[in-house]
């Protein structure tokens, strides 16, 4: 039977790419915060792992990300996990997320070089240092996953990265799957590749595709979150999608909400309903929120006087504060003013430029 308090803990698998032939780091979900690392040509290496997870079941430190999003009032990856996953045996992979490999034509300033080529090529040239880029060609890493694991129970798979568009891995795995027509897949995308023909006619194949697009604004927000990529090739994209994909694609945003754009997602929701509400179906298309932590610019780095504002531009349960007062804010910029410091120069970029009504709390 699958696990009562989260199916993703007996039926689901996160596979993170390492830099290493054989070696996998896997996860139940990727929310779950410590990754387990295994050999996969070590027969049932990864099944031992599974039990552990399966064994689970109440909160834990790796389940405090669902944890916090429930106590907000947004629908978290546990909760999402019963309508996902059926009531089956506990052993089988219902749903797989794949990061193949972090080629990325991106580096978010919410991002790191942990997730994105493009960032480990700038570190490497303005700190003048080796950060090695992962030399596992994502061909080998597809061919031991599809050699170890049991994927005849698969309904489900999550590809991210990197951008997950830039390569054709994806496309690679996919055409392992022997019974497309019953598997969903949801990809998550900065939306600035436009899938090719092959990939769109693959496509046709597979019950549903989730086109997730992670966007955290839009124009010179997006411009400046998602450097170097731009908002009009982005939407230009999508127009394009709507017309020309198959019918079974649906599109959702992804909206990360850091400490300055958490002022502006009424405007982003309002783009959203006002050009892209529906696919052509007349399927809606969703805002899904979650925050970003960890780094320079995460949410608990909003100020009271920031803070005040929020409040003041939304209604008092709107899921945006919800979310926001589930953490401790501290507004404790040091990192966040470093980062912009050294960034803005280099990319000739002004973060006054994409947040102009909060330039003046932070001068």
Not at 63 to 91: H, M, V
Request: aromatic share 14%.
């Amino acid at each position: 039977m699958s696990n009562n308090f989260c199916r993703f803990l007996s039926n689901g698998l996160t596979l993170w790419n390492d830099n290493s032939a054989n070696n996998v780091s896997i996860t139940p979900c990727c929310y779950f915060k410590n990754r387990r690392t295994v050999d996969l040509s070590v027969e049932d290496s990864v099944s031992a792992i599974r039990q552990e997870f399966t064994q689970l079941s109440d909160w834990t430190d790796d389940c405090l990300n669902c944890k916090e999003l429930e106590n907000a009032g947004i629908q978290s990856l546990r909760q999402t996990s019963f309508d996902w996953i059926p009531d089956i045996a506990y052993n089988s992979i219902h749903q797989l997320d794949l990061r193949l490999d972090i080629n990325c034509n991106a580096a978010c300033v919410i991002c790191d070089k942990s997730s994105s080529t493009l960032w480990i090529k700038e570190h490497n040239k303005f700190f003048k240092k080796t950060i090695p880029v992962n030399t596992i060609t994502p061909e080998s890493k597809i061919k031991k996953i599809i050699d170890s694991l049991n994927l005849e129970s698969l309904t489900y798979i999550k590809f991210y990265g990197g951008e997950p568009l830039f390569t054709d891995a994806h496309y690679q795995f996919l055409k392992q799957i022997k019974n497309p027509e019953r598997v969903t897949l949801q990809y998550t995308t900065n939306g600035s590749i436009y899938p090719k023909e092959e990939v769109l006619e693959l496509w046709n194949k597979f019950k549903l595709i989730l086109f997730c697009v992670s966007a955290d604004g839009i124009d010179k927000q997006f411009d400046y979150i998602r450097w170097p990529l731009k908002w009009d090739k982005v939407t230009g994209n999508l127009f394009k999608l709507i017309d020309h994909a198959p019918v079974n694609v649906m599109f959702r945003f992804e909206y990360t909400v850091n400490f300055l754009n958490a002022f502006y997602f009424k405007e982003f929701e309002e783009w959203v309903n006002q050009n892209f509400s529906v696919n052509r179906l007349g399927d809606p298309v969703e805002i899904n929120i979650h925050p970003c932590y960890g780094n320079a610019w995460s949410i608990d780095k909003i100020s009271t006087p920031l803070y005040e504002r929020i409040v003041k531009k939304y209604s008092k349960d709107h899921r945006l504060l919800n979310l926001i007062r589930q953490y401790t804010l501290n507004g404790n910029l040091e990192s966040w003013k470093t980062f912009v410091s050294h960034w803005d120069t280099i990319r000739h970029s002004k973060w006054q430029d994409a947040f102009p009504e909060l330039s003046d709390l932070y001068e």
